[in-house]
Each structure stands twice: as structure tokens, then as C-alpha cells.
């Protein structure tokens, strides 16, 4: 073990914090509407309001006004969130790293070097998406809880730089656990976009009562329930093939490992259930047309079943997963 690596990856741990405080003040700041400044750009022609009002991952929005002006919001707290989202990722992906290099391999071998890993994970999927569509509102919603789970991580799981068990001395553990890192981070970013799916529903159905909300300005400047409810969608679509193919990876691990495919430990059931889950939830809405608040509710039923496996069935529930954090 190199004492040394593992302290400079506590360091970039605190350090990546500090700088993830910054981006979620900023994304929250563009939320409030502080952080956003409004600019009309007179006798603008048709093909102009259609290049400035395209909304890309890294440009500002816009709309036309009565008169055929252009009003364009700049949303410099939004581009901020983003430029610190990313150096809070180097830094902590560098932290992931040292992590390894401290023990000499995989950084996976407990729940808070899962929870570094998975963490780092969510935000780089967060940050690759933002490179093909303009989710930067959900800037806040996705950076908290990478803030959340390493302060959990830091404060609770900690574990000293060690060797692997046995069982996780295996190429599985890299195929294994690096799809179910990438298809949990989906889940996540999905989570989040449902819940705010969930509340915006809720204020149009006010409105379209007569009866507008009082609270909650920030949410007029998100999108309809309908994008927000595609947006998970789409995310969870490409995030359940990866948890499948998670679930195949630990039963042909299994087999490698302990000699059977299936042995109804907690965690094999509780993988199983969450695939479950969103396996129904998918069926539905395609074929029955649950859309709107029925698939968000089951959506997040979903993710509810990710917590418990998470934080519920690795330390409650003795097996042989117990030292195991994802998948």
C-alpha cells in the first residue's frame, strides 16, 4: 500500500468538493434567474432568431418579441456551473485514480471507493450528455447528490487502502462493475429529471385551474412536464440494456467465483428487482401508454429500489455481497 497516493486522493476528494460547492452556487444561481442577463438584439432577421433561439448544450437561449426583435438571455451562472462541474471532475476522477494506484488496482473493492467511483461516474455522464443537449438545469439536481454522496462517503464509509477479497480479484470486476457505474449514473440523472417532471405538473395543472403556485419561481424557467418526462425516458432507455447486461456480468462472475449462477443472495435479488422495475416500466409505457405522472411514479419507484440495494442491503443484509456497493 502507498500511504502517500491514498492521502493525495483525500485531498483531491476535498478539493473536488470545494469546487463541486462552487457549481451547484452556480447552477442554483442561473435557477433563481441571479445569474442570467437579457439583451435585445434589434432588427434581427428570421434566420438569425432561428441561429440564436437553437438553445445547444453551450449556447444562450432566446425568444422573438412582438415587434421582430430578439431577446436573448445570457446565462453566464449556467456556463460557470459547467466550467467548474468540469475541473471538479478532473479532480475527481484524479482522486479515483490515486485511489487505485495507493492499492495497486481497481478502485472497488468497498462502498466508499464505490461511492468515489460511482460518484465521479454520475458526473461525467452528466457532463457528456451537456455536450449534445442543454440540460444544464438540472445542473443543481445532479451536482447535490454527487456532494451528498461524497460527504457520506468521507463521513461513513470511509475505509483504509486495502487489498481485494478474494472474490473481487477478477477481469469481471471491471466489466461487472464499470457498466453498472455508467447504467447507475443514468438512473440518477434520470431520477432527478423526474421528480422536476413531477413538480412542474403539478404548476400546470394549478395554472390550467386558475389557481397559479406561489412558490417555486425557479421552476418557470425549466422545462414542460412532457420534455422533462421524455428526457428521463430517454435516459432510462439506454441505462436499462446496461443494467441487463450488469445482471448477466454477476451471475457468470458467480459462476467463476462461487461455482453457480444464482444463489438468492440479497443482492443478486435486489439487482433483480430493480431490473424488475424498469423492465415495467419501459413495457408500459410503450405498449399501454403510461406517460405523465403514472411512468414518473414507477420511474421513481425504480430508483427507490437502487437506494435500498445501495444503502440498505449491502449493510443490513450479511452475504456474500456484503462488501460489494454497485450491482
Not at 162 to 170: C, E, N, R
Not at 291 to 300: C, K, Q, V
Request: proline letters at 2%; a positive charge.
Amino acid at each position: 500500500m502507498d500511504a502517500s497516493l491514498a492521502a493525495t486522493s483525500n485531498l483531491l476528494v476535498y478539493s473536488a468538493m470545494s469546487v463541486y460547492v462552487l457549481a451547484f452556487v452556480a447552477f442554483a444561481l442561473d435557477l433563481s434567474g441571479r445569474g442570467r442577463t437579457r439583451e435585445v438584439v434589434a432588427g434581427a432577421t428570421a434566420r438569425s432568431r432561428t441561429l440564436v433561439g437553437a438553445g445547444g448544450a453551450g449556447e444562450d437561449t432566446a425568444t422573438a418579441t412582438e415587434g421582430g426583435d430578439v431577446v436573448r438571455v445570457r446565462r453566464g451562472a449556467a456556463a460557470v456551473g459547467v466550467t467548474t462541474t468540469w475541473l471538479a471532475l478532473l479532480l475527481h476522477g484524479a482522486a479515483v485514480v490515486t485511489r487505485g494506484l495507493s492499492a495497486h488496482r481497481v478502485p472497488w473493492g468497498n462502498m466508499y471507493e464505490f461511492s468515489l467511483t460511482g460518484s465521479a461516474v454520475v458526473t461525467a455522464v452528466f457532463c457528456v450528455v451537456l455536450l449534445r443537449r442543454d440540460l444544464r438545469y438540472l445542473g443543481v439536481f445532479v451536482v447535490g447528490p454527487v456532494l451528498l454522496s461524497l460527504g457520506v462517503a468521507l463521513a461513513v464509509l470511509y475505509t483504509e487502502s486495502a487489498q481485494l477479497v478474494p472474490a473481487l480479484q477478477s477481469y469481471w470486476l471491471v466489466i461487472h462493475v464499470s457498466v453498472a457505474a455508467v447504467s447507475s449514473a443514468l438512473f440518477v440523472i434520470a431520477f432527478s429529471a423526474n421528480v422536476l417532471q413531477l413538480v412542474q405538473d403539478r404548476r400546470e395543472r394549478m395554472a390550467a385551474a386558475g389557481r397559479p403556485a406561489r412558490r417555486g419561481a425557479f421552476m418557470e424557467r425549466l422545462p414542460g412536464s412532457v420534455e422533462l418526462e421524455r428526457a428521463a425516458y430517454r435516459l432510462i432507455a439506454v441505462s436499462f440494456p446496461l443494467w441487463s447486461f450488469t445482471l448477466v456480468a454477476g451471475a457468470i462472475w458467480a459462476e467463476r467465483a462461487w461455482g453457480r449462477y444464482w444463489g438468492w443472495d440479497p443482492k443478486e435479488v435486489w439487482t433483480f428487482v430493480i431490473w424488475v422495475v424498469y423492465a415495467a416500466y419501459l413495457h408500459a409505457r410503450a405498449t399501454r401508454g403510461w406517460d405523465g405522472r403514472r411512468s414518473a411514479y414507477l420511474a421513481i419507484a425504480g430508483f427507490a429500489c437502487i437506494l435500498v440495494n445501495y444503502g440498505v442491503v449491502n449493510v443490513f443484509f450479511p452475504g456474500e455481497h456484503s462488501y460489494a456497493g454497485i450491482g
